[in-house]
């Protein structure tokens, strides 16, 4: 049972925008940064947030993230048809010396 | 270019061992924290176990502490994580990746990853 929660899905049109929601606690995301993850179907996750906010390089400004408090949140913007994937939220957890991931959240482009 | 390459994922009966590799290229292990991730079928992500760059210290998810163990050797790039008493609920796709700072801080590159079946 992840610590961490997102809703199980978001959907919109192309074009349109969607935020991605991740709850936690004061033992994770309120104090820990928060990376995000995009993952296809029967491939490897790919890195899309880390430090919160910051992009890796080649990873479009669509993208975004912000924290607040004790939860996260993932934009995106311009939604298109290739970002329909699962997407996942990630901290550090003080208390249980370990990351946590969120429990993911499948993005559907109507 | 970094490269992780995992191997050793098979069949194996519940109480079994198994030990994974993970074969890096385009950076040193001594450098960054690496670790391991896992995936059950059509489940979310798992984290596993970490190790420093430094090889100093070893991190594990409480499902796993006391049964599994990771490992490195820098003459040879490559990670390893050494599984026991498996259970059938060990049974997923295990990706060995890259952290991007000397000690557990997030996970900048994955591997294809390999899978393992616990079962009878």
């Known amino acids: 049972q992840s610590v961490l929660t997102q809703p199980p899905s978001v959907s919109a049109a192309p074009g349109q925008k969607v935020a991605i929601s991740c709850s936690g606690s004061s033992s994770n995301i309120g104090n820990n940064y928060v990376s995000w993850y995009q993952q296809f179907p029967g491939t490897a996750p790919k890195l899309l947030i880390y430090?919160?906010?910051k992009r890796p390089s080649g990873i479009p400004d669509r993208f975004s993230g912000s924290k607040s408090g004790t939860s996260a949140t993932l934009g995106i913007t311009g939604l298109q048809t290739g970002d329909e994937a699962d997407y996942y939220c990630e901290t550090w957890d003080s208390s249980l010396s370990g990351f946590v991931f969120g429990t993911g959240t499948k993005v559907t482009v109507l | 270019e970094v490269q992780l390459v995992e191997s050793g994922g098979r069949l194996v009966q519940p109480g079994g061992s198994l030990r994974l590799s993970c074969a890096a290229t385009g950076f040193s292990l001594s450098s960054y924290a690496m670790n391991w991730v896992r995936q059950a079928p059509g489940k979310g992500l798992e984290w596993v176990s970490a190790i420093s760059g430094t090889g100093g210290s070893t991190y594990f998810a409480d499902s796993v502490k006391g049964r599994f163990t990771i490992s490195r050797d820098t003459s040879k790039n490559t990670l390893y994580l050494q599984m026991t008493s498996l259970r059938v609920e060990d049974t997923a796709i295990y990706y060995c990746v890259k952290d991007g700072g000397s000690y557990p801080y997030y996970f900048d590159r994955w591997g294809l990853g390999t899978l393992v079946t616990v079962s009878s």
């Open positions: 430090d919160s906010h």
